[in-house]
Every structure is written in C-alpha cells, then in structure tokens.
C-alpha cells in the first residue's frame, strides 16, 4: 500500500523541479569598439570682413599687401582672421608656434647687424580662439628663435579654431617707427591640437 | 486405523483447497504508473567561439564621424530547443563609452545604437534597436515546440543624437545583447 502514494509523489516533484531551472533560457552577448583619440585640423579660411592690409590667402602663405609706409618707411598697420574647421576627440593641448619669433628678413639674412638706426624684423600678435580658451603668442622679434606657446583643453572640441594676426603701425626691432631694411619678410606658424591621455 | 487414516486423507485434501481459494483472492491493483515531460526551454550553445561581437574602431578617424561599413559576423547558438509553445525576445543596450562617461560637448556624443536580431525560431525574426521609443519586435511567439539554430546579428548603427555628431575617444565603447527562449505560460 505505500507504493502507491510514493509513484504519484515522484510524478509530482519532477515537473516543479523542470520549471525551476528550464522555462526561460538566456544568451548573452558583449558588443566592444573604442574610438581613438585623435585631432584634425582643416585647411585656412580667411574670416570674411576682417582683413586689414592683407592680400588675402594663398593656400596657407599669408600676404601682406603693403608691409611698408611709402612716407616713413617703417610698419604699416596690417591684421587677418583666419579660421580652421577642427575637431579633437580627446582632451588635447592646442599650441602655436612661430619659427622666427616675428617677421624677419627671409632672403637677406646675415649676421651681420643693421646699420644704426634700421629694423630687420617686425613683430607681431597672435592671438587663437579655440574650444573656450584663448591663447596669445607675442612674437617680439628680440631674437631670432622658435617660440611657442600652449594651452590644455580638457574635453573634446569641435568647431572652429580662429586665428588672428595683428601687426601695429610703426613696430620694428629696432624702435617704434624705425625704418626697415628692404627685403622680403616671413615667419611660419603652426597650430597644433595634440591629443593628451 | 483405517477410519482414522481416512480422516487425514479428508482433511489434508480440505486443507489444499482453502490454500488454492486464498491465492485467488490476493491479486490487487492496478497500480497507475504516472510521468509527464515538462516545458522546457535550452538556449543552446554558442558554436562562434567569442560571446563577444568585436566592431573595432568605431570611427572614420579622418572625420570622427561614426564609420558607414560597421560590422562584426553573427553568432550562432545551436541546438536551442523548446519542449512546447514558446518565445523568443531579444533585448540590447547602446555602446556607451566606459571610460569618459561624463556628458557628451556640444557636437559629440557617447552613444552608438543599432539593431540586434536573433533569426530562425520564428518565421519573423525578433529585433530590438536602442534607442527606439518602443521595440514592439523584440518579442516574437512561436505556437510549437522546436530545436533549431538561432543566428544572433547586429547592425544599422547610428550616431546616439545624430550621425552628424562625433563620438568622444575612448578605448573601450561597450553594448549587449540579450536573447531569452520563454515557455509559454
């Protein structure tokens, strides 16, 4: 007589244990990728309605349309914006960097100092808007160097990087409203955004 | 003597016949023998190796911009199987950067949504896309029990805000997918 109940005992367990563990079943799966720091910077624009003296843009080469008074011979006032479409995806540091630390004589150069009285380089600001920061290079043209200066930026950015170039009337090396040797003057600057981990 | 040996004879013969009436009366029963076959789901084995659906670097890094030709091969569970009525629903979360987890600038975001589909139980797939308002899809009823492959996919990747927004860096972007065989209840 006890075998009766315990074979309809056994048949009432197993299907509670089998819906415990089996009515549902899962799989699951991870979906991975990154995306690399990385920074670009497009090619120069120049920003319309703020060019003062300038001939205009010439792939990247800037052209000072007269960089001499007729009547002093010295600086004439001259100032640009130009603007690059940017972006970093990383926090980065921006930094500009001027080659000579001013315009300088680029054909003409010598050791040899300028007659008393006569400049040979001019200087000038550089001022960069980028990501809400702002950055200034003074380029002095007290020595003929690189100089540069940099700002970190702690997110990513997009948008524009917004370069002006200002060179006041009358500024030389020598004193304000020397005259300036004849020659040919440059400078090469370079904007970098390097991604910082 | 004799009447006596007569006697034995009568009783023994008497006494064999009672035991030949109890063994009759003894057989009992039936006993029922009783069992059934739960429902049971199995969600099968994942014969693609990797449980993990590796997309590599998720952008043009000329642009920044979410790449155009994202893809990673499907994964295959086998030998799934469902002893009755069931359904099949697939769930998925958006890459979001591990990392830099802190909210997106103006013009980036963090977020990469696409669409997960588990084919083959059902006559239509189920799929879920992360980000949409409702995944009415994701949920897919199958009338009869069944054993089959399961082909688990992703694609359709956009840009989380936009695809004209670019994503932040970080190394590790990371999602998933989740595929559920259900009894019917």
């Known amino acids: ?197 | 003597m004799r009447t006596l040996s007569t006697s034995l004879a009568a009783l023994l013969a008497i006494g064999a016949a009672g035991a030949a009436s109890a063994q009759t009366t003894a057989t009992s029963g039936p006993f029922p023998v009783t069992g059934n076959v739960p429902a049971l789901c199995a969600a099968g084995t994942n014969g693609s190796g990797s449980g993990s659906f590796d997309l590599g670097v998720l952008v043009n890094t000329s642009t920044g911009l979410l790449r155009n030709d994202l893809a990673a091969p499907p994964k295959v569970l086998t030998g799934a199987f469902c002893s009755s009525a069931s359904t099949i629903t697939v769930n998925a979360t958006p890459l979001l950067s591990v990392n830099n987890v802190a909210a997106a600038p103006s013009g980036f975001s963090r977020t990469v949504n696409f669409t997960a589909t588990a084919a083959g139980w059902t006559a239509t797939a189920a799929t879920f896309t992360t980000g949409a308002a409702s995944n009415p899809g994701a949920v897919q009823t199958r009338g009869t029990a069944f054993t089959g492959d399961i082909t688990v996919s992703i694609g359709a990747f956009s840009t989380g805000g936009g695809n004209a927004l670019r994503l932040v860096a970080d190394p590790a972007y990371l999602g998933s997918v989740t595929v559920t065989l259900a009894v019917v209840s």
């Open chain 1, 1 to 197: 007589m006890r075998a009766r109940p315990a074979l309809i005992l056994a048949g009432l367990l197993l299907p509670a244990a089998a819906h415990a563990q089996g009515t549902s079943a899962t799989s699951n799966f991870t979906v991975n990728a990154s995306v690399p720091g990385s920074c670009a910077v497009g090619a120069p624009l120049l920003a319309a309605g703020r060019q003062v003296n300038f001939r205009g843009l010439n792939g990247t080469m800037l052209q000072i349309d007269e960089l001499v008074d007729r009547t002093t011979l010295s600086t004439n006032a001259a100032s640009v914006e130009v603007r690059f479409e940017a972006i970093c995806t990383f926090p980065h540091r921006l930094k500009i960097e001027t080659q000579n630390n001013g315009l300088w004589q680029t054909m003409e150069r010598s050791s040899v100092p300028p007659p008393e009285g006569f400049g040979n380089a001019i200087p000038y600001r550089a001022d960069v808007t980028w990501a809400d920061e702002n950055l200034r290079l003074n380029a002095d043209a007290g020595v003929r160097r690189t100089a540069d200066n940099s700002v970190f930026v702690s997110g990513a950015g997009l948008g524009e990087i917004l370069l002006r170039l200002e060179i006041d009337a009358g500024a030389t090396n020598e004193r304000a409203n020397a005259p300036l040797l004849a020659g040919t003057y440059g400078d090469t600057l370079r904007i970098t955004l390097e991604p910082v981990q």
